[in-house]
């Protein structure tokens, strides 16, 4: 049990008539691997009888794009910039709320708002990991993160991470001997990679009979590296392979955009580079794809890679812990050394291409229904924490499915 379980509560928190009442804060509601997982557990939550609640740090897109879902299955949106403000204004709201269960998505800073929660008497409070963090930091940095992982250790009851390396370059090398550590995998839901869409992907970007059209689903951040894809078309081209890239998400303004349309153009390739922004059907795009390459050089369980093997699509990806996790449990995954030479990924996207046209989407589906990244996992996982005590065969001193933990 966690040394936190007995702190002292404020009168009525935990009240079992009614929902389970969970906040949970995130940088901002977009269109990301986060946010889009956290939006398609919220209909199998309240389902279950859990109530959730979004605050969103972010001052450049407010309440966002997916706040609709929340506010759909009983939840409000509530943005709360990181200014002087913030704490007030999130200790307020937590006195109006008087959640169970407060979740954090933000690595080391959701020291800062859970230890607000522990001061406001929130029974369950909850440090998610979501990538591995290890990018070197300027001296300022180290010191927030050190001051803010203080925090994190005196205030969290669980601590989580989407794969082991979240844990381990996010929270601490020794995170297996802390009790409140597990890993707990992000659920994919099929239902939504297939839904349908409106686009036939080909016509849309004018690719020709033959021509390999690749996908890469991601922000513009230049951790994702979506600059890599003209060199790779080049390649490809060199090889004897036409091919056209797609990029799909989010801008950053234009700093990433403009950097890989510079590089179409310097390869020559700027008609056969293809970018369309955020898509709601990502799924239906995804069917459609001879391959799928996803460069970046930081994440923790990367969606870009499981969403397309849950489909059948074969995968590039840059050789990190996160996929190599994906790919120790499903097929589909080429991984390529992070500073590979493009000759060596347009060979991988020609091996990755070979898997596609040799598996079928159901046989895909199927196999992914049962594996450790099914929904229905995550969902057990996340209700033996949230409801522990309505859930007697899922206490924290027994390991939830589709969950790793420390040792008890």
Same mark, same amino acid.
């Given at each position: 049990?966690?040394?936190?379980?007995?702190?002292?509560?404020?009168?009525?928190?935990?009240?079992?008539?009614?929902?389970?009442?969970?906040?949970?804060?995130?940088?901002?509601?977009n269109f990301g691997g986060t946010e889009m997982r956290t939006a398609e557990l919220l209909p199998r939550?309240?389902?279950?009888?859990?109530?959730?609640?979004?605050?969103?740090?972010?001052?450049?897109?407010?309440?966002?794009?997916?706040?609709?879902?929340?506010? !759909?299955?009983?939840?409000?949106?509530?943005?709360?910039?990181?200014?002087?403000?913030?704490?007030?204004? @999130?200790?307020?709201? *937590?006195?109006?709320?008087?959640?169970?269960?407060?979740?954090?998505?933000?690595?080391?800073?959701?020291?800062?708002?859970?230890?607000?929660?522990?001061?406001?008497?929130?029974?369950?409070?909850?440090?998610?990991?979501?990538?591995?963090?290890?990018?070197?930091?300027? *001296?300022?940095?180290?010191?927030?993160?050190?001051?803010?992982?203080?925090?994190?250790?005196?205030?969290?009851?669980?601590?989580?991470?989407?794969?082991?390396?979240?844990?381990?370059?996010?929270?601490?090398?020794?995170?297996?001997?802390?009790?409140?550590?597990?890993?707990?995998?992000?659920?994919?839901?099929?239902?939504?990679?297939?839904?349908?869409?409106?686009?036939?992907?080909?016509?849309?970007?004018?690719?020709?009979?033959?021509?390999?059209?690749?996908?890469?689903?991601?922000?513009?951040?230049?951790?994702?590296?979506?600059? =890599? =894809?003209?060199?790779? @078309?080049?390649?490809?081209?060199?090889?004897?392979?036409?091919?056209?890239?797609?990029?799909?998400?989010?801008?950053?303004?234009?700093?990433?955009?403009?950097?890989?349309?510079?590089?179409?153009?310097?390869?020559?390739?700027?008609?056969?580079?293809?970018?369309?922004?955020?898509?709601?059907?990502?799924?239906?795009?995804?069917?459609?794809?001879?391959?799928?390459?996803?460069?970046s050089c930081l994440e923790g369980l990367p969606g870009g890679v499981l969403e397309p093997v849950a489909?059948?699509?074969?995968?590039?990806?840059?050789?990190?812990?996160?996929?190599?996790?994906?790919?120790?449990?499903?097929?589909?995954?080429?991984?390529?050394?992070?500073?590979?030479?493009?000759?060596?990924?347009?060979?991988?996207?020609? $091996?990755?291409?070979?898997?596609?046209? $040799? $598996?079928?989407?159901?046989?895909?589906?199927?196999?992914?229904?049962?594996?450790?990244?099914?929904?229905?996992?995550?969902?057990?996982?996340? *209700?033996?924490?949230?409801?522990?005590?309505?859930?007697?065969?899922?206490?924290?001193?027994?390991?939830?499915?589709?969950?790793? !933990?420390?040792?008890?």
């Open positions: 049990m966690s040394p936190f379980r007995n702190d002292p509560v404020l009168p009525g928190v935990y009240r079992p008539d009614r929902p389970c009442r969970v906040l949970r804060i995130v940088g901002e509601l939550l309240a389902t279950a009888g859990v109530e959730v609640h979004l605050v969103t740090l972010s001052d450049r897109i407010g309440s966002g794009p997916l706040a609709e879902s929340v506010i !759909r299955h009983g939840g409000l949106v509530t943005p709360i910039a990181l200014d002087a403000r913030f704490a007030p204004r @999130l200790f307020g709201l *937590l006195r109006r709320l008087r959640p169970d269960v407060v979740h954090v998505d933000c690595a080391n800073f959701s020291g800062v708002p859970l230890t607000l929660a522990r001061l406001g008497g929130v029974p369950v409070r909850v440090a998610h990991f979501r990538g591995d963090d290890n990018v070197r930091r300027s *001296l300022r940095r180290r010191i927030s993160r050190w001051l803010c992982g203080r925090l994190l250790r005196a205030s969290a009851t669980d601590i989580l991470g989407v794969s082991p390396s979240a844990l381990t370059f996010g929270y601490d090398v020794a995170w297996q001997n802390d009790n409140r550590c597990r890993v707990v995998l992000n659920g994919l839901d099929l239902d939504r990679l297939w839904a349908p869409g409106r686009d036939d992907l080909r016509a849309l970007v004018g690719a020709e009979p033959g021509a390999l059209v690749c996908v890469s689903v991601g922000r513009a951040t230049p951790e994702k590296r979506r600059w =890599l =894809l003209p060199p790779i @078309l080049a390649e490809l081209r060199s090889l004897g392979v036409p091919a056209h890239a797609v990029l799909v998400g989010p801008g950053d303004g234009a700093d990433d955009d403009a950097r890989v349309r510079a590089a179409a153009h310097a390869a020559g390739l700027a008609d056969r580079v293809h970018l369309i922004g955020p898509r709601d059907d990502v799924g239906h795009l995804l069917r459609q794809a001879d391959v799928v390459v996803h460069p489909l059948g699509i074969g995968t590039v990806a840059a050789d990190l812990p996160g996929v190599r996790f994906i790919e120790a449990h499903l097929p589909g995954v080429t991984v390529v050394d992070t500073d590979a030479p493009p000759r060596v990924w347009a060979e991988a996207v020609r $091996t990755a291409a070979a898997y596609t046209a $040799t $598996t079928t989407p159901q046989t895909a589906a199927a196999r992914f229904a049962g594996s450790v990244f099914a929904i229905d996992a995550a969902l057990a996982a996340h *209700l033996a924490i949230y409801r522990p005590r309505d859930h007697p065969t899922a206490q924290r001193s027994r390991q939830p499915v589709g969950s790793e !933990r420390g040792p008890r």
